[in-house]
């Protein structure tokens, strides 16, 4: 089945800087990637997804990169706010579901 | 329109109870999907339902464990004899096509939390 690694588990920025989360996955017919957001106490929200026929995708500061030849993609934030403190999750299609990486704490400082 | 939603919110049980957790997805979707997530931790599959028929139930930890969704909508997840181990937060994820290889956004309920004492 698919296996997805994420990294780091816990980033910590200043209020406008940027944020990097990264992930790999194993199984190379894989072709939708979907972030997932997830605040204390609530549920995950999809906040930005790719498909394998595009490299890059934008939603105002988030945006999602996708390389297929070396099986990683990543979730970028820009200008980053207190507001975007939250839980981020990675997922691949495994067989019949998504397969979640285990998440990144992410912590943004006023 | 409305989203997915689970009751109860939050379930406490004492160990070797029975519980039943409900998930009512969003209306039309036909893929159906049970999550464990323990405490800092992504959610893990329990299993899936493409309308009535339970098509994966590999994630299923046990055989305390015990999904239905007979009439291809509400679904009920039941714990035999809880343990402490299944203390967990549960989750319920609904999507509107038949899933697979290629991937179908996934919409999450609240979740409900159990513990078990």
């Known amino acids: 089945g698919e296996n997805v690694e994420q990294h780091p588990s816990t980033l910590s920025v200043q209020e406008g800087d940027s944020a990097v989360i990264k992930c790999t996955y194993s199984?190379?017919?894989?072709?939708?990637f979907p972030w997932y957001k997830q605040e204390l106490g609530k549920r995950p929200q999809l906040i930005i997804d790719?498909?394998?026929?595009?490299g890059e995708k934008k939603d105002q500061r988030i945006a999602v990169t996708l390389n297929k030849t070396a099986k990683h993609f990543s979730l970028h934030i820009t200008e980053t706010q207190p507001e975007d403190s939250a839980v981020y999750f990675c997922?691949?299609?495994?067989?019949?579901?998504?397969?979640f990486g285990k998440g990144t704490m992410l912590l943004v400082s006023p | 329109g409305a989203g997915v939603s689970q009751s109860p919110r939050y379930k406490v049980a004492k160990r070797g109870q029975d519980v039943a957790l409900r998930c009512d997805p969003i209306?039309?979707?036909?893929?159906l999907f049970w999550y464990q997530q323990a405490l800092g931790q992504g959610p893990e599959f329990l299993t899936y339902?493409?309308?009535?028929?339970?098509?994966?139930k590999s994630g299923l930890p046990s055989d305390r464990f015990f999904a239905e969704r007979p009439e291809g909508s509400v679904s009920t997840l039941k714990i035999q004899r809880t343990q402490q181990e299944d203390s967990a937060v549960y989750l319920c994820?609904?999507?509107?096509?038949?899933?697979?290889?290629?991937?179908?956004?996934?919409?999450f309920g609240p979740g409900t939390r159990l513990l078990v004492l």
């Open positions: 994820a609904s999507s509107p096509r038949a899933s697979g290889r290629r991937g179908e956004t996934q919409y």
């Open positions: 199984d190379s017919a894989s072709n939708y």
């Open positions: 790719i498909r394998s026929n595009v």
């Open positions: 997922a691949a299609p495994g067989y019949s579901t998504l397969t």
């Open positions: 209306s039309g979707h036909v893929s």
């Open positions: 339902f493409q309308n009535e028929a339970q098509l994966d």
